[in-house]
C-alpha cells in the first residue's frame, strides 16, 4: 500500500479513473435499486453516473496524451491514508432513498478532495488545471444531487416518492412491529394474571410473565418472517419484518411483567394493570398515527379485547 503523497502524476490519474469508472458503476446500482419504486430519483442517478464518465473521459484523454495507452490498476484501498473502500450499499435491496441520497453526497465530496489534493501535488500544468476543472465539477455551490433533483424531481414527483416511502415505511416497520406490540400486550394478559391470583407469589408471575413474553415473541417473529418473501407485497426483507415483530411482541408482554418484580402482590398488580393501560393507550395512539384509525375507534376497539382477556386471566387464576 502506498502513501498518497509517493504517487506519481500518472498514479494519480490512473487512480482518478479508476474511481470516476467505479463511481459511475455505484451510481448505475442506485438507479436500478431505485427505479422501481422511485424513478424520478434513479432517473437523477443515471445522470450523475454519465457526468462519472465524462469525467472519466476526460481524465483518461489527458492521461493517453501525456503516458501513453498502459493504464496501471490502482484503487482506493491501494493508497493509504485517503479514499476508503466503500462499503456495497448499491447491492442492498430494498434501498433507502435518503439514505442512498447521503451516500452520493458523501461521494461526491470524497470526489472534490481528492481532486483539490491531487491538484496541489500536480507539477504538470495541464494535470492541476484539469483536477482543479473536476473538483470545482464535484463541489460547486452545492452538491450535483442537489443540482440534479432540483431540475428532474419536480414537486408532484416528490410527493409521490414521499407517499411511496411512507407507504414501505409501513409496510416494512409499523405493520409488523403494531402487529407485535399488540400481540404482545393483550395475549399475555390471560397467564401473566392467571398466575398472579393463582398463586399471589410476585417472583413466580413475574417468571410466568417473562416466558410468555420470549415464547410470543419467538412465535410471532418466525411467523411474520414466513409470512411472505416481500418480493410482491412490498413489505421488505422477512428477516428484518420477523426481527421487528418477535422484538415488540415480546416487549408487549415483558411491560406488564416488569411490576411484578416489586414484592408487594397488590402494589406490584397495581402497577401492572397501569402499565396495560398506557400500552393500549400507545396501541391506539399508533393505529391512529399510522393506520389511520379514528382514535377513540382505535381505543374501543383494543380496550375491550384487552378487558376481556383480562378479566378471564383473573377468573382463571380466581378458580
Not at 97 to 121: P, Q, T
Not at 155 to 175: C, I, K, N, P, S
Not at 273 to 284: G, K, N, P, R
Amino acid at each position: 500500500m502506498k502513501r498518497f503523497s509517493d504517487l506519481t502524476e500518472q498514479e494519480v490519474l490512473a487512480l482518478a479513473i479508476t474511481n470516476e469508472e467505479e463511481d459511475s458503476r455505484i451510481y448505475r446500482g442506485f438507479a436500478e435499486g431505485l427505479r422501481e419504486q422511485f424513478p424520478a430519483s434513479a432517473k437523477v442517478f443515471d445522470e450523475m453516473a454519465e457526468e462519472e464518465v465524462h469525467h472519466r473521459t476526460m481524465l483518461y484523454d489527458l492521461y493517453r496524451e501525456k503516458f501513453g495507452e498502459y493504464l496501471p490498476l490502482i484503487r482506493r484501498q491501494d493508497v493509504q491514508g485517503f479514499l476508503h473502500p466503500k462499503k456495497p450499499l448499491w447491492l442492498m435491496r430494498p434501498l433507502g432513498l435518503e439514505e442512498v441520497r447521503k451516500f452520493a453526497e458523501n461521494m461526491e465530496f470524497e470526489a472534490e478532495r481528492y481532486y483539490r489534493k491531487a491538484a496541489e501535488s500536480a507539477r504538470d500544468a495541464s494535470v492541476r488545471e484539469l483536477l482543479v476543472t473536476l473538483a470545482e465539477a464535484e463541489a460547486g455551490h452545492e452538491s450535483l444531487a442537489h443540482k440534479l433533483s432540483a431540475k428532474i424531481l419536480t414537486e408532484d414527483a416528490r410527493a409521490e416518492e414521499h407517499e411511496t416511502a411512507r407507504r414501505m415505511f409501513l409496510l416494512q416497520y409499523v405493520q409488523p412491529g403494531l402487529v407485535g406490540l399488540m400481540d404482545g400486550s393483550v395475549s399475555t394478559l390471560a397467564p401473566l394474571f392467571a398466575a398472579a391470583f393463582a398463586t399471589h407469589n410476585t417472583w413466580e408471575t413475574f417468571l410466568v410473565g417473562m416466558a410468555a413474553s420470549v415464547g410470543a415473541g419467538i412465535s410471532m417473529g418466525f411467523a411474520e418472517a414466513l409470512s411472505d418473501d416481500g418480493s410482491l407485497t412490498g413489505r421488505g426483507a422477512p428477516w428484518l419484518r420477523g426481527l421487528v415483530s418477535g422484538l415488540m411482541t415480546t416487549i408487549g408482554g415483558v411491560g406488564h411483567a416488569l411490576p411484578y418484580l416489586i414484592p408487594d402482590f397488590y402494589v406490584a398488580t397495581v402497577a401492572a394493570v397501569i402499565v396495560v393501560a398506557i400500552e393500549l393507550a400507545v396501541i391506539s395512539w399508533i393505529r391512529y398515527k399510522y393506520m389511520d384509525t379514528p382514535f377513540l375507534k382505535a381505543a374501543f376497539q383494543i380496550v375491550v379485547g384487552g378487558v376481556l382477556v383480562f378479566i378471564s386471566g383473573i377468573l382463571i387464576g380466581s378458580s
